[in-house]
Nanobody, 124 residues
Framework: QVQLVESGGGLVQTGGSLRLSCAAS????????MGWFRQAPGKEREFVAA????????AYADSVKGRFTISRDNAKNTVYLQMNNLKPEETAVYYC?????????????????WGQGTQVTVSS
C-alpha cells in the first residue's frame, strides 16, 4: 500500500503559478504510476496529468497541455505538478493518485490510491 500527502496548494492570481507536491510513503514508489486529478465545486472529478513509473512517459488533459508539467523524483518518493498561467476555472481541489500498474490512465477508477487533496484557488 501507499499513502499520499499533497502540499503546495493556495491562492494565486490569474496567470500565476503554483507547484504541487505529493509525498508517498513506502519503499516501492517506483512501482506506481502516478497522476493528478481535480474537482471543482459542483463538477465531476477530472483527470489532469499522469506519469509512468520511471517518469519517461507523461499524459495531460487537453485543457492543461503546454501549461502544466508533471514530474517525479523516485529517490524522494515525490511527484510534482507545476502549474503555470492558471485560470479562475481551474479553482479546485487537486488530488494525487497512484496505481500499481502500467499505463497512463485518465480514468479515475483506474487509480487505487488517493490523497486527501489540496485546494487551489485562482482569483480573477
Amino acid at each position: 500500500q501507499v499513502q499520499l500527502v499533497e502540499s503546495g496548494g493556495g491562492l494565486v492570481q490569474t496567470g500565476g503559478s503554483l507547484r504541487l507536491s505529493c509525498a508517498a510513503s513506502g519503499r516501492t514508489f517506483g512501482s506506481y504510476a502516478m497522476g493528478w486529478f481535480r474537482q471543482a465545486p459542483g463538477k465531476e472529478r477530472e483527470f489532469v496529468a499522469a506519469i509512468s513509473r520511471g517518469g519517461g512517459s507523461t499524459a495531460y488533459a487537453d485543457s492543461v497541455k503546454g501549461r502544466f508539467t508533471i514530474s517525479r523524483d523516485n529517490a524522494k518518493n515525490t511527484v510534482y505538478l507545476q502549474m503555470n498561467n492558471l485560470k479562475p476555472e481551474e479553482t479546485a481541489v487537486y488530488y494525487c493518485v497512484a496505481k500499481n500498474a502500467y499505463g497512463l490512465g485518465n480514468i479515475r477508477y483506474e487509480y487505487d490510491y488517493w490523497g486527501q487533496g489540496t485546494q487551489v484557488t485562482v482569483s480573477s
